[in-house]
């Protein structure tokens, strides 16, 4: 348990750091701040929030290896991580699908800091609304594994668990993933496009050429880190 407590601290002390300086240089280049970095922001400042107001109770709960806070405090602890957890995985596909208009419809599809900004609004919204539904009868939140943590029943073979286990995993997991996995595709043969476009009008060693073959990269490392990242969580 002193691995895990240790793990649960680290954890909050460098999430909230690396949170708070990225939260920092946002807001103090607001000018700056792109459509795109608005997401960003989004999931650094939950993740910020998690790391003070969440996390240390788990660290504590596992120091004491069981949950000290009553039924009150673990529904609480496990409804605030689902409501972030699923909210973040949803942010990552915002992500995904506004790079991926940039790059294919850059014309017409002008995502506004507005437009974004309602986007983000309705991604929180909708997570809450699913992060209540076990505190309204659809599952429930619960202790597992030593009971020193507290989460939504993930392995109760009961209809009501199994239904909501099922959809959230749908919802949450697997379209996301489709939509993450489609649009970096869908953004990589348009740089491949504009990439063998270049080579044949300007060539290969000309300074525009080498920028978009660099922009390629750059895509297919974070569709690489980001695609990764779904399936280990």
Known sequence: MQLVVWIFSVLIVVGFLLNAIAIL???????????????????????????????????????????????????????????????????????????????????????????????????????????????????SYGPEGTGASCSIKWQSDEFVDASFIICTFVIFFISPSVVVVASYTTIYNDLQQMTEKAKRQWGKEVQQTRGIMLALKKVTFTAFILIASFFVV
Not at 88 to 106: D, F, G, N, S, Y
Request: with cysteine; hydrophobic share 50%.
């Open 25 to 139: 240089m946002f807001l103090k280049n607001r000018k700056l701040l792109t459509v795109s970095d608005l997401p960003i922001l989004s999931i650094a400042i939950a993740d910020c929030f998690l790391s003070v107001f969440v996390m240390p109770f788990g660290a504590a709960a596992n120091a004491r290896d069981t949950w000290p806070y009553g039924s009150g405090g673990c529904t609480w602890y496990a409804c605030l991580n689902t409501i972030v957890g699923l909210g973040t995985m949803l942010h990552h596909t915002v992500i995904a699908v506004e790079k991926c208009l940039k790059t294919h419809r850059p014309m017409t599809a002008h995502v506004t800091h507005k437009k974004m900004l309602i986007v983000i609004a309705l991604v929180w919204g909708f997570a809450s609304l699913w992060g209540i539904f076990p505190l309204i009868g659809w599952s």
